[in-house]
């Protein structure tokens, strides 16, 4: 298993690409409308779970930590721990991985083709292994990892 990097010494360019990839991703011309039903972020209802690569999951630790949070809460209804489960709102949506910005449901136009997003895709992997990352994990893992260091 690779050794974690401290947050200490992980290149802040390794990030900045993350956060491009996200801008790159909201300038295609691909038509989606959320209605912040939050079915897509009911994991045990949609069996789906997003998977990030390391950059990502640094990313929405960050934001969790920002918004004043530092452990993720335990959801036994299998939500995401980023859900506010009153309101319906992402406490980290800025920072929300690239999995919970590509998968919409049904009624939003469905998720993306990977055909369409496949040159984002690659460029996360690159900084997954460029911060010695062990590949995409599923969402509550790969946060937590990032978490404890």
């Not at 209804?77 to 590509?102: A, D, M, Q, V, W």
Request: aromatic share 6%.
């Amino acid at each position: 298993m690779p050794r974690p990097l401290p947050q200490s010494i992980i290149d802040p360019k390794l990030l900045e690409e993350v956060k491009s990839v996200y801008r790159d991703l909201a300038q295609r011309p691909i038509e989606r409308n959320c209605e912040r039903r939050t079915e897509c972020c009911h994991f045990k209802i949609t069996g789906e779970t997003p998977y990030l690569t390391k950059g990502e999951a640094i990313i929405a630790a960050k934001a969790w930590k920002a918004s004043g949070r530092s452990k993720l809460p335990e959801r036994k209804n299998g939500s995401c721990p980023f859900l506010e489960e009153g309101s319906g709102k992402c406490h980290i949506y800025e920072g929300r991985p690239f999995g919970c910005r590509t998968h919409f449901c049904k009624a939003a136009g469905g998720a993306y083709a990977r055909r369409e997003v496949i040159d984002l895709i690659r460029r996360l992997e690159r900084v997954d292994i460029a911060l010695k990352g062990e590949g995409p994990l599923a969402l509550p893992i790969a946060i937590q990892k990032v978490l404890l260091q």
